[in-house]
C-alpha cells in the first residue's frame, strides 16, 4: 500500500540529486523573452530536446499542435527565444537516449509580462542601417530602459524594483558587468540586478556613505557608475561644501544668489558643487574616494575669481570617468571646463591635464569657458586599446556642429600637449537637419569592439547609435523613438521627447550573445 508514495519520494530524490531546479518556475512572470531553461538531467542522455508551445496547455494534444520553439542540447541547461511579450507559453523536455528510448517531462508553464517600454505602438528602436556583420549583439538603451537585439526586437525591459513606478523610473548608465550581472543608475541611486530574476543583488548606501550635502534632486550618484575587476562598486557622486569668499561679494550678486551664499561672523562662503569617484566594497564600505575638491584647491581654478567677489567656477560639472586598471590611472572628464584630467589610481596624484588652464591676470573669457580648441563639453573618456585616448565630443562650444568622436595621442610624462589622430563627425539620417534633433549638449559614450569599430551613441534628445570602422564606415545604426499621441507621428527626428523619456538617451552599451548567456545564467567571465 505504500508502493506509489514511495515511487514518488524516489523520483523527487532523484530529481534533488541531479541538480534539477527547474527554470523558469512553474508560473513564473518574467520580463524577457531570452530565457535560460534549466532542468533535471539524465544519466546517459545524448540529447535534451526543448520544445515550447505558444498558449497554456495541458493536454500532450493541445501542446504539440502550439509548437513555436524546438532547441537541442547535450547538457541540461538551454537558452532559448520565445516571440513575443505578453504571452503565456508550455514547455517541456524530451529525454533522448537513442531513436526508440526516450521520456518526456511533465508540462510547464510561464509568461511574458508585456510593458510601455517594449509595447511596439509607442516604443521602439528604428533600425536605419542593418548590419552584415553585428546581427548576434544586442543594446542596452537606457531612455528606453530596453535590451534590444540589432534589429530593433526589444528582448528584456528593466524590472520594478523596490515598488517604484516603472513610468518614473529615469536610468543612466545600463550595462552588463564583468560579472554576469546588470548595472544601472536608477532615479540617483545604484543598483547591481539579476537578469532572470530581478532581484536586486547590491544597493549602494542612500547617500550616507558620501560625507557630502547632496540636494533631493541628485540623490549622491550620477552619470557614471560600474563594477570593475576587483569585485567592487566605482561610481560619480557629488560634494558640495561652502566656501569662504576673499571678501562681501557685491549686493546685487548676494541678493541673486542668496541660495549659494551664506554668512558667518561677517565672513561670506559660496556654495561649490564638485563631482567625486566612490569605490565601494561588497558591504557598501567605502575603500576609494577621489574628491574634485581637492583638485580644485590646488588647480588653477582657485586663482579664477570674477570681478563681483565670488568664485568664477563653481561647479566644473564631472561628468565621466575611466579606470584604466592595467596602468592603474583614472580619467576624469569635466564638462563646463572643457578639461580632462588623469590621475593615478590609488595614489590619486594628478599626472596629465588635458584642456586650457587659466592664467591669472588674463581675463576671463566672456563665455566663461576654457576653450581648449579641441573638444568642448565632452563626455565619456575612455583609453582604447592602442593606448589613445577617445573621447566623444560633444562639441557645444560650437553651436552649429555635430558632435564628434576625438582620438588623442597620449604625451610622455611632462608634457599636456595631446596630438589628434582620429576624428569623425557623427552623422544624422538622411534628410535630417542639425536644427531637428535638438541639444547634443549632454550624454554620448564611446565602446571599443573587438574587431577596433567603435560603437557609439550621440546622447541628447537625438539618441542616434551607430558602429563605425577606422575607415569612417557607418557599419549599423538606430534611431530610438516614442510615439508622440498629441502629434499621432513618431518623434523619429528626436525634435521632441515626452516627458517619460526625460533628458532622452544618456548611454547605451552592446553585448555579445556570449555575454548575454552569461547574463542569463548570471556567470562572470571565467564561470
Known sequence: MYKFPFLVFLLLFNSLLLGAKTTPEEGSKLNYRIIGFRFASREQVYNYKLEIATGNYNTEQEFKAHIAVTANSRYNKIVAEVPDFGKQYTWRITYEWSANRTDKSELYHFSTMIAPDVNPDSVRMRITLASENYTSDYVFVDCNKVLYDMSGNPVWFFPKIENNDPASIHLRDLKASPFGKITSIVNGRIYELDYS????????????????????????????????????????????????????????????????????????????????????????????????????????????????????????????????????????????????????????????????????????????????????????????????????????????????????????????????????????????TRSKMGSFGFGGNILELPGKELFVCMGGTCGKLFIVNRNKQILWSAQPEKWDASTSQWTKDGATLDNNMKEGSYRASIITREQLERLVWGEGVGK
Not at 562662503?269 to 564600505?285: A, L
Request: proline share 5%; glycine share 8%; net charge negative.
Open 197 to 432: 530574476t530581478g532581484d536586486v543583488l547590491w544597493q549602494g548606501p542612500d547617500n550616507s556613505g558620501i560625507s557630502m550635502s547632496i540636494t533631493s534632486a541628485d540623490h549622491g550618484y550620477h552619470h557614471d557608475f560600474t563594477r570593475i575587476a576587483n569585485g567592487h562598486y566605482m561610481v560619480m557622486g557629488f560634494e558640495q561644501p561652502y566656501w569662504q569668499l576673499p571678501r562681501a561679494p557685491d549686493s546685487i550678486v548676494y541678493r541673486s544668489y542668496a541660495d549659494k551664499i551664506k554668512v558667518e561672523d561677517n565672513r561670506y562662503y559660496q556654495k561649490m558643487v564638485f563631482g567625486t569617484v566612490s569605490e565601494y566594497d561588497s558591504r557598501g564600505n567605502i575603500v576609494w574616494q577621489w574628491s574634485g575638491a581637492d583638485y580644485f584647491k590646488t588647480s588653477d581654478l582657485a586663482t579664477r575669481m570674477l570681478p563681483n567677489g565670488m568664485f568664477d567656477v563653481n561647479d566644473t560639472h564631472a561628468n565621466a570617468f575611466y579606470l584604466d586598471e592595467q596602468a592603474k590611472t583614472m580619467y576624469i572628464s569635466f564638462r563646463d571646463i572643457n578639461r580632462v584630467i588623469e590621475v593615478s589610481y590609488p595614489g590619486k596624484k594628478v599626472l596629465h591635464t588635458y584642456g586650457k588652464l587659466y592664467v591669472p591676470g588674463q581675463g576671463i573669457d566672456r563665455d566663461r569657458h576654457l576653450v581648449n580648441g579641441m573638444f568642448c563639453g565632452q563626455h565619456s573618456c575612455r583609453v582604447l586599446d592602442d593606448g589613445s585616448l577617445c573621447l566623444f565630443n560633444n562639441n557645444i562650444c560650437h553651436r552649429a556642429g555635430m558632435p564628434t568622436i576625438l582620438m588623442l595621442k597620449q604625451p610622455p610624462p611632462g608634457t599636456d600637449t595631446l596630438e589628434k589622430i582620429w576624428e569623425f563627425d557623427c552623422p544624422l539620417d538622411s534628410g535630417v
